[in-house]
Nanobody, 122 residues
């Protein structure tokens, strides 16, 4: 499976960006999907998840109400709408196909996109 993330860039604080991730799989129907980010010097962290049944969860309080995940199984794509961006949102953003179970998301180590850089200026 190959994942390709896109849509990153340089943006001013308070603005919005929409990231997209396309997957080269037959269908996304059976996958749970998540977006992660990794800031310089920090560990990769899970942000938001959307299950195969379209339930969403947000793992990081700082993005609640600002980041919205969506999916299109028909197009094999997943998006992350990021609003009211802050300088602390600066990071490389990754998409992942995995499993959501028991209240936690378990990434599949073989299903990472290459990442897209988001830089938010103050």
């Amino acid at each position: 499976v190959q994942l390709q993330a896109s849509g990153g860039g340089l943006v001013q604080a308070g603005k919005s960006l929409r990231l997209s991730c396309s997957a080269s799989v037959g269908t996304l129907d059976y996958y749970d999907i998540a977006w992660y980010r990794q800031a310089p010097g920090k560990e990769r962290e899970a942000l938001v998840c959307i299950t195969s049944s379209a339930e969403t969860t947000t793992s990081v309080d700082s993005v609640k109400g600002r980041f919205i995940i969506s999916r299109s199984n028909a197009k094999n794509t997943m998006d992350l709408q990021m609003n009211s961006l802050k300088p602390e949102d600066t990071a490389v953003y990754y998409c992942n196909l995995g499993t959501y179970m028991g209240g936690s998301y378990y990434p599949n180590s073989g299903y990472w996109g290459q990442g897209t850089q988001v830089t938010v200026s103050s």
